[in-house]
């Protein structure tokens, strides 16, 4: 049984680190908006203060959860590195290679939660930048069908010439 339960530890070894790696530099990303002038504006609303406090923590308690994840991980592979003989082997061995799937699944569904996340601020990004052109001049090119956003433009300053 120590067999099954190395490899999984193995498998564990290579995915969480990268997976540790890919969130510390989704909170970077995050981070770094923060900072911005975009946050601030965000900020101003309860939504948008709402929105920024959960991201950090949402991201904060990934992070931590994948080292004590890691932690665990280690902790199991150095017992079973033991081989320790118990009467109750298999049953040990069940519920150890039960907690360290779960935690390794655990961690590669918050990878979509972080892309979530990034698109999330993105999109708010987007939305609070300054537009260049009136609310009017966008219902008109959307009533002549031209909602694509490069058309828009091209016809406005056509217009402004």
């Known amino acids: 049984m120590y067999i099954i339960l190395k490899e999984i530890l193995s498998t564990c070894f290579t995915l969480i680190p990268s997976i540790l790696a890919f969130l510390v530099a989704s909170y970077a990303i995050i981070t770094s908006f923060f900072s911005s002038n975009k946050a601030d504006q965000l900020s101003e609303t309860d939504e948008g203060n709402t929105l920024l406090h959960d991201l950090n923590s949402s991201f904060s308690a990934a992070i931590y959860f994948l080292i004590i994840t890691l932690l665990l991980i280690i902790i199991i592979k150095f017992v079973a590195i033991l081989e320790i003989p118990s009467m109750y082997e298999v049953e040990v061995n069940s519920i150890c290679a039960f907690l360290i799937i779960f935690f390794l699944l655990f961690s590669i569904f918050r990878i979509k939660d972080a892309v979530s996340d990034i698109y999330s601020i993105g999109k708010a990004s987007i939305l609070l930048r300054p537009c260049t052109y009136s609310d009017e001049d966008k219902k008109e090119e959307i009533k002549k069908g031209n909602n694509n956003s ?9 217009k402004k010439k």
């Open 150 to 158: 490069s058309k828009a433009l091209k016809t406005i300053k056509k």
